[in-house]
């Protein structure tokens, strides 16, 4: 039996402490040990880096109390021990082609031809689109997330939106640019 100071095996005290070894993660935050904290709300612009791109030097062991030892990750946060919270609140920014903005204005502009109806999808395809004309005429970058649910609400049959030739140059440009 053991008070926590010494083990039974003969070996010293295990001194708390240590931990993380991390072989690529390509996104923000970490934390280890009791009541640790980690937040990243960075944005970052570009694509991420690609999982195997280029050597990653693989821990071999989970290292001491804390923990957390990683070979890749290609995202952010990460927590370990008693009430450690790791956060990751960032924002990737990827740069809006020239083409994606001008399917954007063109299916805004059809928008006004259908008759609207509660339930039908159209003020959330409406609106998202606003939302990325707005970003992406401001900074010619958007974020990933918005880029994502407007390509669900497209290709989702949840509207007859979905259906136009310009909801396809939308979806096919959003697709390639996340591609």
Same mark, same amino acid.
């Given at each position: 039996?053991?008070?926590?100071?010494?083990?039974?095996?003969g070996n010293p005290p295990r001194k708390s402490?240590?931990?993380?070894?991390? /072989?690529?993660?390509? $996104?923000?935050?970490?934390?280890?040990?009791?009541?640790?904290?980690?937040?990243?709300?960075?944005?970052?612009?570009?694509?991420?880096?690609?999982?195997?791109? $280029?050597?990653?030097?693989?821990?071999?062991?989970?290292?001491?109390?804390?923990?957390?030892?990683?070979?890749?990750?290609?995202?952010?946060?990460?927590?370990?021990?008693?009430?450690? !919270?790791?956060?990751?609140?960032?924002?990737?920014?990827?740069?809006?082609?020239?083409?994606?903005?001008?399917?954007?204005?063109?299916?805004r502009g059809q928008l006004p031809l259908f008759?609207?109806?509660?339930?039908?999808?159209?003020?959330?395809?409406? $609106? !998202?689109?606003?939302?990325? !004309?707005?970003?992406?005429?401001?900074?010619?970058?958007?974020?990933? /997330?918005?880029?994502?649910?407007?390509?669900?609400?497209?290709? $989702?049959?949840?509207?007859?939106? /979905?259906?136009?030739?310009?909801?396809?140059?939308?979806?096919?440009?959003?697709?390639?640019?996340?591609?």
């Open positions: 039996m053991t008070d926590g100071n010494a083990q039974d095996n402490g240590g931990g993380i070894v991390i /072989g690529r993660m390509t $996104g923000g935050a970490a934390a280890s040990g009791e009541k640790a904290r980690a937040e990243d709300r960075s944005e970052r612009v570009g694509r991420p880096v690609e999982q195997g791109a $280029g050597l990653i030097p693989v821990p071999g062991h989970a290292p001491g109390e804390g923990g957390i030892a990683v070979g890749e990750v290609l995202g952010g946060a990460l927590a370990a021990g008693r009430e450690a !919270e790791a956060v990751d609140a960032s924002r990737e920014l990827l740069s809006v082609p020239p083409g994606l903005l001008a399917a954007v204005r063109e299916l008759t609207r109806a509660e339930g039908d999808g159209l003020d959330a395809v409406d $609106g !998202e689109l606003a939302e990325l !004309e707005e970003e992406a005429g401001r900074t010619g970058r958007a974020e990933r /997330g918005r880029l994502e649910r407007l390509r669900a609400l497209l290709t $989702g049959g949840t509207t007859a939106v /979905g259906g136009l030739a310009s909801a396809f140059a939308v979806v096919q440009a959003i697709s390639q640019l996340l591609a």
